[in-house]
Protein backbone atom coordinates (compact mmCIF):
# COMPACT_ATOMS: atom_id res chain seq x y z
CA UNK A 1 0.00 0.00 0.00
CA UNK A 2 1.47 3.32 -1.39
CA UNK A 3 -2.12 5.54 -0.36
CA UNK A 4 -2.95 5.38 -4.04
CA UNK A 5 -3.88 2.36 -6.47
CA UNK A 6 -0.32 3.34 -9.23
CA UNK A 7 -2.08 2.55 -12.88
CA UNK A 8 0.79 0.15 -13.00
CA UNK A 9 -0.29 -1.86 -9.82
CA UNK A 10 -3.83 -1.88 -11.63
CA UNK A 11 -2.67 -3.36 -15.44
CA UNK A 12 -0.06 -5.65 -13.55
CA UNK A 13 -3.55 -6.77 -11.58
CA UNK A 14 -5.70 -7.01 -14.99
CA UNK A 15 -2.91 -9.03 -16.97
CA UNK A 16 -2.89 -11.77 -13.78
CA UNK A 17 -6.65 -11.33 -13.73
CA UNK A 18 -7.53 -12.23 -17.54
CA UNK A 19 -4.72 -14.84 -17.01
CA UNK A 20 -6.56 -17.15 -14.38
CA UNK A 21 -9.96 -16.03 -15.89
CA UNK A 22 -9.09 -17.34 -19.13
CA UNK A 23 -7.53 -20.70 -18.18
CA UNK A 24 -9.84 -21.56 -14.84
CA UNK A 25 -7.12 -20.62 -12.34
CA UNK A 26 -7.52 -19.24 -9.40
CA UNK A 27 -6.54 -15.26 -8.84
CA UNK A 28 -5.25 -14.27 -5.29
CA UNK A 29 -4.82 -10.45 -3.88
CA UNK A 30 -2.30 -10.36 -1.21
CA UNK A 31 -1.37 -7.23 0.19
CA UNK A 32 2.38 -7.07 1.32
CA UNK A 33 2.51 -4.68 4.10
CA UNK A 34 5.13 -5.42 5.99
CA UNK A 35 6.01 -1.28 5.55
CA UNK A 36 4.48 -0.24 8.95
CA UNK A 37 4.67 3.12 7.74
CA UNK A 38 2.62 3.04 4.67
CA UNK A 39 0.07 0.35 6.34
CA UNK A 40 -2.45 2.53 6.94
CA UNK A 41 -6.32 1.75 6.29
CA UNK A 42 -7.14 4.53 3.33
CA UNK A 43 -3.97 2.97 2.39
CA UNK A 44 -5.41 -0.61 1.71
CA UNK A 45 -8.75 0.80 1.12
CA UNK A 46 -7.16 2.51 -2.01
CA UNK A 47 -6.22 -0.91 -3.48
CA UNK A 48 -9.48 -2.63 -3.08
CA UNK A 49 -11.50 -0.28 -4.02
CA UNK A 50 -9.47 0.77 -7.24
CA UNK A 51 -9.52 -2.80 -8.03
CA UNK A 52 -12.96 -3.64 -7.19
CA UNK A 53 -14.06 -0.48 -9.45
CA UNK A 54 -11.80 -1.75 -12.35
CA UNK A 55 -14.23 -4.78 -11.99
CA UNK A 56 -11.67 -7.49 -11.10
CA UNK A 57 -13.14 -9.61 -8.22
CA UNK A 58 -9.87 -11.98 -6.53
CA UNK A 59 -10.75 -16.00 -5.38
CA UNK A 60 -8.85 -15.44 -2.60
CA UNK A 61 -7.72 -12.78 -0.38
CA UNK A 62 -8.80 -9.68 1.69
CA UNK A 63 -12.66 -9.51 1.99
CA UNK A 64 -12.98 -12.85 -0.33
CA UNK A 65 -11.29 -15.23 2.68
CA UNK A 66 -9.47 -18.72 1.33
CA UNK A 67 -7.89 -21.21 3.40
CA UNK A 68 -4.37 -20.49 2.63
CA UNK A 69 -4.42 -16.74 4.44
CA UNK A 70 -3.84 -14.84 6.06
CA UNK A 71 -3.18 -12.44 3.21
CA UNK A 72 -2.06 -9.56 4.93
CA UNK A 73 2.16 -10.60 5.24
CA UNK A 74 1.88 -8.10 8.33
CA UNK A 75 -0.38 -11.03 9.73
CA UNK A 76 2.14 -13.65 8.67
CA UNK A 77 4.79 -13.46 10.89
CA UNK A 78 4.85 -17.31 12.30
CA UNK A 79 5.47 -18.47 8.73
CA UNK A 80 8.20 -16.43 8.11
CA UNK A 81 10.08 -17.24 10.97
CA UNK A 82 8.88 -21.01 10.15
CA UNK A 83 10.98 -20.63 6.57
CA UNK A 84 13.89 -18.55 8.26
CA UNK A 85 14.44 -21.62 10.37
CA UNK A 86 14.92 -23.59 7.77
CA UNK A 87 17.56 -21.86 6.10
CA UNK A 88 19.67 -21.26 9.19
CA UNK A 89 19.82 -24.99 9.66
CA UNK A 90 20.42 -25.53 6.24
CA UNK A 91 23.86 -23.04 6.77
CA UNK A 92 22.20 -20.30 4.17
CA UNK A 93 21.82 -17.54 6.90
CA UNK A 94 24.20 -15.25 8.40
CA UNK A 95 24.20 -12.13 10.42
CA UNK A 96 25.66 -9.08 9.46
CA UNK A 97 25.75 -5.98 11.64
CA UNK A 98 22.45 -7.80 13.13
CA UNK A 99 20.94 -7.60 9.81
CA UNK A 100 19.93 -11.70 8.69
CA UNK A 101 21.55 -11.96 4.94
CA UNK A 102 20.81 -15.49 2.61
CA UNK A 103 23.99 -16.26 1.13
CA UNK A 104 24.22 -17.02 -2.53
CA UNK A 105 25.65 -20.28 -3.91
CA UNK A 106 27.32 -17.82 -6.34
CA UNK A 107 26.12 -19.43 -9.38
CA UNK A 108 24.90 -18.21 -12.84
CA UNK A 109 20.87 -18.91 -12.79
CA UNK A 110 18.50 -18.81 -15.98
CA UNK A 111 15.34 -17.13 -15.77
CA UNK A 112 12.89 -18.57 -18.31
CA UNK A 113 10.06 -16.10 -18.63
CA UNK A 114 7.40 -16.22 -20.62
CA UNK A 115 7.27 -12.35 -21.92
CA UNK A 116 11.29 -11.79 -22.13
CA UNK A 117 12.58 -15.15 -23.10
CA UNK A 118 15.30 -16.67 -21.62
CA UNK A 119 17.67 -14.72 -19.41
CA UNK A 120 20.92 -15.96 -18.10
CA UNK A 121 22.22 -13.99 -14.73
CA UNK A 122 25.93 -14.19 -13.38
CA UNK A 123 25.58 -14.04 -9.34
CA UNK A 124 29.29 -15.24 -8.96
CA UNK A 125 31.05 -12.02 -8.32
CA UNK A 126 29.88 -10.31 -4.66
CA UNK A 127 31.01 -7.14 -5.82
CA UNK A 128 28.32 -6.96 -8.31
CA UNK A 129 25.75 -9.16 -6.63
CA UNK A 130 26.29 -8.89 -2.84
CA UNK A 131 24.12 -10.80 -0.55
CA UNK A 132 20.62 -9.53 -0.28
CA UNK A 133 19.07 -8.96 3.40
CA UNK A 134 16.07 -10.80 4.42
CA UNK A 135 15.08 -9.22 7.54
CA UNK A 136 16.59 -5.99 9.00
CA UNK A 137 18.29 -5.05 12.48
CA UNK A 138 14.45 -4.38 13.70
CA UNK A 139 13.53 -7.78 12.90
CA UNK A 140 11.09 -6.26 10.02
CA UNK A 141 11.29 -8.45 6.59
CA UNK A 142 13.05 -7.25 3.15
CA UNK A 143 9.71 -8.26 0.75
CA UNK A 144 11.97 -10.91 -1.07
CA UNK A 145 11.99 -13.45 1.28
CA UNK A 146 8.21 -12.81 2.57
CA UNK A 147 7.51 -12.64 -1.01
CA UNK A 148 9.19 -16.03 -1.56
CA UNK A 149 7.62 -17.87 0.94
CA UNK A 150 3.80 -16.48 0.28
CA UNK A 151 4.13 -17.89 -3.37
CA UNK A 152 5.51 -21.25 -1.53
CA UNK A 153 2.61 -21.20 0.73
CA UNK A 154 -0.32 -20.23 -1.45
CA UNK A 155 0.77 -22.35 -4.03
CA UNK A 156 1.45 -19.82 -6.55
CA UNK A 157 2.01 -21.74 -10.10
CA UNK A 158 2.53 -18.40 -12.04
CA UNK A 159 4.14 -14.67 -11.25
CA UNK A 160 2.82 -12.02 -13.75
CA UNK A 161 4.87 -8.95 -12.55
CA UNK A 162 6.57 -5.45 -14.22
CA UNK A 163 9.76 -5.79 -15.93
CA UNK A 164 11.14 -4.02 -12.95
CA UNK A 165 11.46 -7.23 -10.96
CA UNK A 166 13.36 -8.57 -13.76
CA UNK A 167 16.34 -8.13 -12.23
CA UNK A 168 15.43 -10.03 -8.67
CA UNK A 169 14.10 -12.86 -10.05
CA UNK A 170 17.41 -14.73 -9.98
CA UNK A 171 17.76 -13.73 -6.13
CA UNK A 172 14.38 -15.22 -5.45
CA UNK A 173 15.00 -18.66 -7.60
CA UNK A 174 18.25 -18.99 -5.36
CA UNK A 175 15.16 -18.75 -2.17
CA UNK A 176 13.15 -20.98 -4.11
CA UNK A 177 15.73 -23.60 -4.01
CA UNK A 178 17.37 -23.27 -0.66
CA UNK A 179 14.07 -23.63 0.75
CA UNK A 180 13.14 -27.06 -1.69
CA UNK A 181 10.84 -25.98 -3.79
CA UNK A 182 10.60 -25.16 -7.88
CA UNK A 183 10.01 -21.95 -8.76
CA UNK A 184 6.49 -20.99 -10.01
CA UNK A 185 6.81 -19.45 -13.61
CA UNK A 186 7.40 -15.76 -14.48
CA UNK A 187 5.96 -13.35 -16.68
CA UNK A 188 7.66 -9.68 -16.27
CA UNK A 189 5.76 -7.43 -18.36
CA UNK A 190 6.56 -3.87 -20.20
CA UNK A 191 6.70 -0.69 -17.76
CA UNK A 192 4.81 2.05 -18.12
CA UNK A 193 6.28 5.45 -19.14
CA UNK A 194 4.86 8.57 -19.31
CA UNK A 195 5.54 11.04 -23.04
CA UNK A 196 9.51 12.20 -21.60
CA UNK A 197 10.10 8.24 -21.76
CA UNK A 198 10.31 8.16 -18.18
CA UNK A 199 8.47 5.99 -15.62
CA UNK A 200 5.23 7.28 -14.67
CA UNK A 201 5.02 8.78 -11.35
CA UNK A 202 2.12 10.04 -9.54
CA UNK A 203 3.09 13.16 -10.32
CA UNK A 204 1.65 12.68 -13.90
CA UNK A 205 -1.73 12.98 -14.99
CA UNK A 206 -3.80 9.58 -14.94
CA UNK A 207 -0.92 7.41 -12.74
CA UNK A 208 -3.59 6.80 -10.52
CA UNK A 209 -6.59 4.88 -10.59
CA UNK A 210 -8.51 7.29 -8.23
CA UNK A 211 -7.57 10.13 -11.07
CA UNK A 212 -9.51 8.53 -13.08
CA UNK A 213 -13.00 8.01 -10.47
CA UNK A 214 -12.47 11.16 -10.15
CA UNK A 215 -13.03 12.96 -13.15
CA UNK A 216 -15.33 10.77 -14.66
CA UNK A 217 -14.14 8.19 -16.78
CA UNK A 218 -15.89 4.30 -17.07
CA UNK A 219 -14.52 1.85 -15.67
CA UNK A 220 -14.44 -0.46 -18.56
CA UNK A 221 -12.57 2.19 -20.50
CA UNK A 222 -10.18 2.40 -18.46
CA UNK A 223 -9.39 -0.90 -18.20
CA UNK A 224 -9.60 -1.25 -21.87
CA UNK A 225 -6.93 1.01 -21.72
CA UNK A 226 -4.86 -0.36 -19.27
CA UNK A 227 -4.84 -3.69 -21.41
CA UNK A 228 -3.38 -2.36 -24.51
CA UNK A 229 -0.64 -0.92 -22.35
CA UNK A 230 1.68 -3.45 -23.36
CA UNK A 231 -0.80 -5.91 -25.19
CA UNK A 232 -2.75 -5.73 -27.60
CA UNK A 233 -5.34 -8.13 -30.17
CA UNK A 234 -3.16 -8.19 -33.07
CA UNK A 235 -6.41 -6.95 -35.63
CA UNK A 236 -5.84 -3.49 -35.25
CA UNK A 237 -8.81 -2.96 -32.90
CA UNK A 238 -8.87 -0.58 -29.75
CA UNK A 239 -12.48 0.13 -28.03
CA UNK A 240 -12.54 -3.94 -26.66
CA UNK A 241 -15.18 -4.87 -23.43
CA UNK A 242 -13.45 -6.89 -20.98
CA UNK A 243 -14.88 -10.43 -22.11
CA UNK A 244 -13.53 -9.96 -25.40
CA UNK A 245 -9.99 -9.15 -24.07
CA UNK A 246 -10.44 -12.03 -21.50
CA UNK A 247 -10.83 -14.36 -25.10
CA UNK A 248 -8.08 -12.47 -26.74
CA UNK A 249 -5.76 -12.75 -23.59
CA UNK A 250 -2.26 -14.03 -23.55
CA UNK A 251 0.96 -13.67 -22.24
CA UNK A 252 2.81 -14.60 -25.20
CA UNK A 253 1.09 -12.00 -26.78
CA UNK A 254 2.62 -9.15 -24.35
CA UNK A 255 4.81 -6.42 -26.18
CA UNK A 256 8.26 -6.22 -25.26
CA UNK A 257 8.73 -2.75 -25.52
CA UNK A 258 7.91 -0.46 -22.87
CA UNK A 259 4.10 1.24 -22.89
CA UNK A 260 3.75 5.40 -23.79
CA UNK A 261 1.05 6.29 -21.21
CA UNK A 262 -0.90 8.55 -23.20
CA UNK A 263 -3.81 10.33 -22.10
CA UNK A 264 -5.65 11.51 -25.08
CA UNK A 265 -6.15 7.99 -25.91
CA UNK A 266 -7.73 6.81 -22.54
CA UNK A 267 -10.17 9.68 -23.43
CA UNK A 268 -11.20 8.77 -26.71
CA UNK A 269 -11.22 5.00 -25.60
CA UNK A 270 -13.57 6.63 -22.94
CA UNK A 271 -15.90 8.53 -25.09
CA UNK A 272 -16.08 5.55 -27.17
CA UNK A 273 -17.37 3.50 -24.34
CA UNK A 274 -19.87 5.80 -22.62
CA UNK A 275 -21.54 6.31 -26.74
CA UNK A 276 -22.17 2.66 -26.84
CA UNK A 277 -22.96 1.84 -23.42
CA UNK A 278 -26.38 0.49 -22.61
CA UNK A 279 -28.48 2.98 -20.89
CA UNK A 280 -29.18 0.99 -18.05
CA UNK A 281 -25.46 0.77 -17.63
CA UNK A 282 -24.95 4.84 -18.15
CA UNK A 283 -27.69 5.56 -15.93
CA UNK A 284 -25.69 3.38 -13.48
CA UNK A 285 -22.83 4.89 -14.14
CA UNK A 286 -24.12 8.06 -13.61
CA UNK A 287 -26.16 8.03 -10.50
CA UNK A 288 -23.44 8.46 -8.23
CA UNK A 289 -22.41 12.01 -9.83
CA UNK A 290 -26.11 13.12 -9.91
CA UNK A 291 -26.52 12.48 -6.47
CA UNK A 292 -23.51 13.65 -4.98
CA UNK A 293 -24.62 17.23 -6.79
CA UNK A 294 -28.21 17.19 -5.10
CA UNK A 295 -30.25 16.51 -8.23
CA UNK A 296 -33.65 15.18 -7.51
CA UNK A 297 -35.46 13.24 -10.01
CA UNK A 298 -39.24 12.32 -10.23
CA UNK A 299 -38.81 8.75 -11.67
CA UNK A 300 -36.07 6.54 -12.89
CA UNK A 301 -38.17 6.43 -16.61
CA UNK A 302 -37.82 10.41 -16.20
CA UNK A 303 -34.20 10.50 -15.20
CA UNK A 304 -33.40 7.47 -18.15
CA UNK A 305 -35.15 10.03 -20.91
CA UNK A 306 -33.34 13.10 -19.67
CA UNK A 307 -29.71 10.68 -19.74
CA UNK A 308 -30.60 9.42 -23.39
CA UNK A 309 -30.58 13.40 -24.75
CA UNK A 310 -27.21 13.76 -23.28
CA UNK A 311 -25.78 10.38 -23.88
CA UNK A 312 -23.73 11.50 -27.29
CA UNK A 313 -22.62 14.00 -25.77
CA UNK A 314 -20.67 13.14 -22.87
CA UNK A 315 -17.05 12.63 -22.58
CA UNK A 316 -16.69 12.26 -18.36
CA UNK A 317 -19.51 11.25 -16.55
CA UNK A 318 -18.68 14.44 -14.28
CA UNK A 319 -20.01 16.33 -16.62
CA UNK A 320 -23.56 14.98 -16.49
CA UNK A 321 -24.85 17.01 -13.86
CA UNK A 322 -24.46 20.43 -15.45
CA UNK A 323 -26.15 18.90 -18.55
CA UNK A 324 -29.28 17.44 -17.01
CA UNK A 325 -29.74 20.15 -14.03
CA UNK A 326 -32.36 21.90 -15.82
CA UNK A 327 -34.36 19.00 -16.33
CA UNK A 328 -35.69 18.31 -12.37
CA UNK A 329 -35.47 21.97 -11.52
CA UNK A 330 -37.60 25.22 -12.84
CA UNK A 331 -35.21 27.40 -10.66
CA UNK A 332 -32.19 27.04 -12.92
CA UNK A 333 -29.80 30.29 -13.64
CA UNK A 334 -29.87 31.96 -16.54
CA UNK A 335 -26.29 32.43 -18.27
CA UNK A 336 -25.57 36.26 -18.64
CA UNK A 337 -23.85 35.44 -21.83
CA UNK A 338 -26.39 33.13 -23.30
CA UNK A 339 -29.08 35.98 -22.25
CA UNK A 340 -26.71 38.34 -24.16
CA UNK A 341 -26.66 36.28 -27.32
CA UNK A 342 -30.33 34.65 -27.31
CA UNK A 343 -32.23 37.92 -25.97
CA UNK A 344 -30.70 41.06 -26.57
CA UNK A 345 -30.91 41.40 -30.25
CA UNK A 346 -33.09 43.69 -32.10
CA UNK A 347 -36.41 41.49 -31.96
CA UNK A 348 -35.83 39.04 -30.34
CA UNK A 349 -39.06 38.81 -27.98
CA UNK A 350 -41.67 39.08 -31.28
CA UNK A 351 -39.55 35.88 -32.34
CA UNK A 352 -39.85 34.27 -29.03
CA UNK A 353 -43.68 35.03 -29.10
CA UNK A 354 -44.26 33.70 -32.46
CA UNK A 355 -42.35 30.27 -31.46
CA UNK A 356 -45.37 30.04 -28.56
CA UNK A 357 -47.96 30.63 -30.75
CA UNK A 358 -46.43 27.86 -32.54
CA UNK A 359 -46.12 25.59 -30.38
CA UNK A 360 -49.53 26.18 -28.55
CA UNK A 361 -51.20 24.94 -31.61
CA UNK A 362 -49.69 21.88 -31.68
CA UNK A 363 -51.75 18.86 -31.66
CA UNK A 364 -49.13 16.56 -30.66
CA UNK A 365 -45.65 17.06 -28.95
CA UNK A 366 -43.06 14.98 -30.41
CA UNK A 367 -39.25 15.29 -31.80
CA UNK A 368 -40.78 15.66 -35.41
CA UNK A 369 -43.84 18.42 -34.87
CA UNK A 370 -42.01 20.54 -32.42
CA UNK A 371 -39.20 20.38 -35.29
CA UNK A 372 -41.40 21.24 -37.73
CA UNK A 373 -43.14 24.05 -35.83
CA UNK A 374 -39.51 25.82 -35.16
CA UNK A 375 -38.03 25.52 -38.57
CA UNK A 376 -41.84 26.56 -40.40
CA UNK A 377 -42.10 29.94 -37.73
CA UNK A 378 -38.38 30.76 -39.01
CA UNK A 379 -39.33 30.77 -42.51
CA UNK A 380 -42.50 32.56 -41.89
CA UNK A 381 -40.58 35.13 -40.50
CA UNK A 382 -37.81 35.12 -42.67
CA UNK A 383 -35.17 33.60 -40.48
CA UNK A 384 -33.03 30.67 -39.80
CA UNK A 385 -33.94 27.87 -37.50
CA UNK A 386 -30.48 29.16 -35.37
CA UNK A 387 -31.90 31.98 -34.90
CA UNK A 388 -35.14 30.59 -33.15
CA UNK A 389 -33.39 28.11 -31.77
CA UNK A 390 -30.67 29.42 -29.41
CA UNK A 391 -33.48 31.69 -27.77
CA UNK A 392 -35.55 28.19 -27.16
CA UNK A 393 -31.96 26.72 -25.85
CA UNK A 394 -31.54 29.33 -23.88
CA UNK A 395 -35.29 29.77 -22.17
CA UNK A 396 -35.47 26.14 -21.79
CA UNK A 397 -31.58 25.38 -20.39
CA UNK A 398 -30.39 28.62 -19.25
CA UNK A 399 -27.34 27.77 -21.66
CA UNK A 400 -26.24 27.87 -24.75
CA UNK A 401 -24.96 24.34 -25.48
CA UNK A 402 -26.53 21.47 -24.37
CA UNK A 403 -28.62 18.23 -25.14
CA UNK A 404 -30.39 18.97 -28.80
CA UNK A 405 -33.57 21.18 -28.83
CA UNK A 406 -36.08 18.81 -29.65
CA UNK A 407 -34.95 15.98 -27.93
CA UNK A 408 -35.19 18.55 -24.44
CA UNK A 409 -38.18 19.99 -25.29
CA UNK A 410 -39.77 16.15 -26.09
CA UNK A 411 -38.43 15.25 -22.61
CA UNK A 412 -39.21 18.50 -21.04
CA UNK A 413 -43.18 18.48 -22.35
CA UNK A 414 -45.51 20.47 -24.05
CA UNK A 415 -46.28 22.63 -20.71
CA UNK A 416 -43.12 23.07 -18.98
CA UNK A 417 -41.00 24.15 -22.39
CA UNK A 418 -44.28 26.60 -22.94
CA UNK A 419 -43.85 27.92 -19.26
CA UNK A 420 -39.94 28.91 -19.74
CA UNK A 421 -40.63 30.42 -23.14
CA UNK A 422 -43.34 32.93 -21.15
CA UNK A 423 -41.00 33.70 -18.18
CA UNK A 424 -37.96 34.53 -21.00
CA UNK A 425 -40.07 37.27 -22.77
CA UNK A 426 -39.71 40.26 -19.88
CA UNK A 427 -35.20 39.03 -20.58
CA UNK A 428 -36.06 39.68 -24.33
CA UNK A 429 -36.02 43.05 -26.27
CA UNK A 430 -38.49 44.19 -28.82
Not at 363 to 368: A, I, Q, R, V
Not at 369 to 390: F, H
Request: hydrophobic letters at 40%.
Amino acid sequence: PTGYLHVGGARTALFNWLFTRKHGGQFVLRIEDTDAKRNTPEAMAAIIEGLRWLGMDWDEGPEAGGDRGPYFQSQRNAIYERHLARLESAGCLYEDQRAIRFRSPREAVVVEDIVCGRISFDLTNPGTHPDMTIRRPDGSWIFHFVNVVDDIEMGITHVIRGEDHLSNTPKHIELYRALGFEPPKFAHIPLILNKDGKKLSKRDGGASVSYFQEAGYAPEAVANYLCLLGWSPKDDREKLSITEIQELFSLEGINRRNAIFDLDKCFWLNSQHLLHMSPARFLELALPFIERAGIRWESEQSLLAALATVQPKIKHLNEIPSWIAFYFTEDFPIEPEAAAKAFQKPGARSRIQALIAAFESLCSWTHETIEAALKSTAAQLGLKAGDLVLPARVAATGRTVGPGLYELLTVLGRDRSLARLRQALPLAVQ
